[in-house]
């Protein structure tokens, strides 16, 4: 695998990975995401990501799709915790156009007044639509459980916030936050990297640097639970703070929920689902950042077995410290072989790239299966012991 990390002068950190494949993948993210986000303006990073897509100084919303389109491409966004990244895939012969395009949205956007209030009302149809899905609602309230505000506040904000947020506002956030030294390009496909340190050179603003500083985090350990007339069963979350100090502790975690709670032969689908037929949906799965970890366990089930389900959860938690060395091997070769599968789409790659940069080290994304298979019992057997927990139910 050809891959070349490079520093322009104006700060813009380039990722290449070299692909015969010809599809092509060029993301570019902005190191500001809802982390740096104070209470009273949560959700005004996702804000700046939807609108955009509103019109620039050269070009209006049709035909930032359009130009895209036309040539097989698409074209979209997400705004996480650390970063706010758009991104677009097409044929590796318009890459040009794919930088052009992305780089005009990132650096140029105009924030039409008319679109603010309009696209604010969207988003708060969005944060509607969330808290109408069980499932979702509850997983945006078990992050309340285990962090204080405004970490643990929902990253797209609330109706009030949202709403008060001025064009003024998000103008000032995307001129200090949205410079080539706070910036990520990654591009996956094939092409030169020649062309493409080209093209950024030529395409970069020059927004002069501000430094985002995250709030602190506040870890909470708290249970609530949450009744509404209109669900039928219910929902269940149950979160646990891991450990995130080096990449040993990151990918110790990442076998751990995959034998635990990924996938048809985990414990919990096992012994909740299979042997007891308790829930349909019954799963766990990883938050990790640079700056947080947490594991969440979720459980759809009769509103009267809540207390049972969670009860064997947490026994099953427990009992992961008991897992054999062959369940250990089994979940290592499980987990590399996730990772070599979503390898294969160049923009699972350039995500990956790009949240491996942001946690400390691109090159980290290569090192992946090296450091999984140095994950040993006794790292498992510590995730195990943790005893403080989360909870949070909808019914």
Do not use: W
Not at 145 to 163: D, H, I, R
Not at 226 to 234: G, I, L, N, S, W
């Amino acid at each position: 695998m050809e891959f070349i990390k490079k520093v322009l002068e104006n700060g813009l950190t380039i990722l290449f990975e070299k692909r015969d494949v010809s599809v092509t993948t060029v993301m570019l993210a902005s190191k500001f995401g809802s982390l740096y986000e104070s209470a009273e303006e949560k959700g005004i990073a996702h804000f700046i990501e939807h609108l955009a897509f509103k019109g620039t100084t050269k070009r209006c919303a049709r035909d930032i799709a359009f130009e895209l389109e036309r040539v097989g491409g698409s074209l979209n966004a997400f705004t996480e915790e650390e970063e706010t990244a758009f991104h677009v895939k097409l044929p590796s012969e318009h890459l040009e156009l794919a930088m052009d395009v992305i780089f005009d949205i990132f650096f140029n956007p105009i924030y039409p007044e008319e679109e603010i209030k309009k696209e604010g009302n969207v988003i708060c149809e969005e944060i509607k639509m969330y808290k109408d899905s069980p499932q979702r609602h509850t997983l945006n309230k078990i992050k309340e459980c285990l962090y204080g505000e405004p970490f643990g506040l929902f990253g797209a904000g609330s109706e009030k916030t949202v709403c008060a947020i001025k064009r003024e506002h998000i103008s000032k956030t995307h001129e200090k936050f949205y410079s080539p030294e706070n910036s990520i390009l990654c591009v996956v496909g094939n092409n030169k990297f020649e062309d493409v340190v080209r093209l950024a050179e030529k395409l970069s603003s020059k927004n002069k640097f501000e430094k985002a500083n995250f709030h602190k985090i506040e870890f909470r350990n708290e249970k609530k639970m949450e009744k509404r007339k209109d669900v039928e069963q219910a929902n269940i979350a149950i979160g646990f703070h891991f450990p995130f100090s080096n990449n040993l502790e990151r990918s110790a975690a990442e076998v751990f929920s995959a034998i635990f709670g990924e996938g048809m032969s985990s414990k919990l689908f096992t012994e909740v689902r299979e042997k007891r037929g308790l829930a349909y949906a019954v799963k766990s799965f990883l938050e990790m950042g640079k700056n947080y970890s947490y594991l969440v366990i979720y459980i759809g089930t009769e509103k009267a077995m809540v207390e049972e389900v969670i009860k064997i959860c947490l026994e099953e938690f427990r009992k992961m410290a008991l897992i054999s060395e062959k369940e250990l091997e089994d979940g290592k070769k499980q987990v590399i072989g996730n990772y070599e599968v979503e390898s294969e789409a160049s923009d699972n790659n350039a995500l990956h790239l790009i949240m491996s940069e942001i946690k400390g080290n691109a090159e980290d994304y290569y090192k992946f299966k090296d450091e999984i298979k140095q994950v040993s019992l006794e790292d498992i057997k510590k995730l195990a012991e943790i005893k403080e927990h989360a909870s949070f139910v909808l019914s």
